[in-house]
Structures are given as C-alpha cells and as structure tokens.
C-alpha cells in the first residue's frame, strides 16, 4: 500500500532527464546508501542530525510526500514506548527541528512550506516540484524502461534500467534496516533493483558481454542468495568461457546451501544446465 502510494505519487511529477531534474531541484533527498539531503546543492551535513528520530521521521515523510499523519500514529511508529506526553512533546520538538533544519531563514511564527499541519493535528511533507528524491526516479525510470522494452527501444531500455541500477546499488536506507515501518518500501526497491538486474543479465549475455552479465549476476546474488536465475547466469557464463570446473563448483555450492538453509534442491532448470554441461565435458573428453 505504501509503495502504490509513492507509485502514484513520483508519476504525478513532470521528469525531464533524470540528473537535469536531480541538480535543478532545491531540496535532492536520497534514501539509496547513506541518508543525504541536499537543499541549494549544499549537503545538510551529517553532525547537524542530532537528533536520530529527526531524521527517521523526514525519511518517513519523504517516503510519504502528500499523505496527511495524525499526531497518534506518528507517535506509534517513532515514540510508541514513551509515556503519551513525554512523546508528544518529543514530536513537537522533532517537527520543530526538522522545520529549523529544512528552512534556517524562517522566522517565528511564520509557517513552513514544507512540513506542514492542518488544525486537526495531522502533519504532512508538502510535495512541489521544489523536491527530488531517488526513490521517485528508481520509480519513473523503471517505468520508462518497461515502456521501452514494449516498444522494441533496447538501447533506452537498457540506458534505463543502468541507472535503476546505479541509484539502487548502495542499498535501501541500511542505516534503518531494523526499522520495521520501512520494510515494505525496502522489498518494493529490492524488487525494482532485482527486475533491472534481471533484465541485464539476459541482455548482456545476449550481447556476448559476459563480464557485464556476470557482474549483474553477482549483485542479483547478493540481494538475493536463493535467486535461481543469478546462478544460472554464473554457470552459463564460466561454461561458455571453458571453466567447466568453476560451472559446476557453483551449482554445487548453491545446491549444499539450499539444502542446508532452506531444506529443498534446486530447480529442474538448473539440473538440466548441470546435466548439459557434464556431458559436454565427458564428449570433450572421449574426443581428445
């Protein structure tokens, strides 16, 4: 539900080239690898996020630009173990803060055009062209990739779904990989970045680059160490470069682990791959 929303919500914003619209914005926040926000391409720097709350709750919001949250449920996910007025001082510190931080030249009283509250006491991020986020652009260029790959364009497709990968690779907010309220956006970008990779693997080895394919395949891997279709890869392309050996130390090592972790075998694919490649090398050798 939280992904469908920024979905809808990156897809209401006019993209022009992924880096113009990135450098032209005034506030640049980004969720992939360390958590940095930008505002008039200067970093708001790391030593001014005392407060660990403070940014968890700008990270939730910039997840959320446009959706309105009451007091309670804010409290619920960033102060649920604090006595309710211990907590809702908190909130109302953090918000403070947050304002502070975003806009240093608002004067007091004055209204933030950012983070915003209505007088029913709910909050909400504010969502104008002033902001970039990289999540909005893994979403608008994975979106444009399919549209490409529908219309035959494989050099745009694969140009899009580069930069997916490029955006994803540092992984999705691992500072709060323990922050349960973020899981379900974590699995919508792993799934976006697992689609690219997928998609490049296929591509490179179709294209002979089996370099690239197999880097693509490695990184398929390590967001996913049961991904089937990564292994695949890997044994295909040590096969075609004549390493049988290092082909089928592979397979072996990823069914001992699947039996070990998950208690199950490998699928008939990858047994057919197995069986391929073994009598190519018992016909090799009855030949010299």
């Not at 999540?135 to 990739?145: G, K, P, R, W, Y």
Request: proline content about 3%; charged content about 25%; overall charge neutral.
């Amino acid at each position: 539900m939280h992904s469908k929303r920024l979905l809808e919500s990156c897809h209401q914003e006019v993209f022009t080239h992924p880096r113009e619209r990135e450098y032209q914005s005034l506030y640049r926040a980004y969720l992939f690898g360390q958590f940095r926000v930008f505002r008039n391409n200067r970093p708001i720097v790391e030593d001014r996020w005392r407060r660990s709350k403070a940014k968890l709750l700008l990270q939730w919001l910039i997840l959320n630009q446009g959706k309105l949250f009451s007091a309670d449920q804010l409290i619920d996910l960033f102060w649920k173990d604090l006595p309710a007025d211990t907590a809702m001082k908190n909130l109302h510190v953090t918000i403070h803060y947050l304002r502070r931080l975003l806009e240093p030249d608002l004067i007091r009283g004055q209204k933030s055009s950012y983070i915003r509250r209505d007088e029913h006491n709910f909050y909400w991020l504010e969502k104008n062209s002033s902001w970039w986020t990289d999540v909005c652009a893994v979403e608008h260029l994975s979106t444009q990739a399919r549209q490409f790959e529908r219309q035959g364009n494989l050099p745009q497709t694969e140009a899009h779904y580069r930069k997916v990968v490029e955006y994803c690779e540092p992984g999705f907010m691992p500072e709060a990989i323990y922050e349960d309220c973020f899981q379900p956006f974590r699995s919508q970008y792993e799934h976006l970045f697992l689609e690219a990779l997928r998609w490049l693997i296929v591509h490179c080895q179709e294209k002979n680059e089996l370099d690239e394919a197999l880097g693509y395949a490695y990184q398929a891997l390590h967001l996913n160490p049961y991904y089937e279709q990564a292994i695949y890869a890997i044994a295909t392309v040590y096969t075609q470069r004549g390493n049988v050996a290092a082909a089928l130390r592979c397979l072996e090592d990823y069914q001992a682990k699947l039996e070990r972790d998950l208690g199950v075998s490998p699928g008939q694919e990858l047994e057919r791959l197995r069986l391929r490649i073994l009598q190519g090398r018992e016909i090799k050798a009855s030949i010299s």
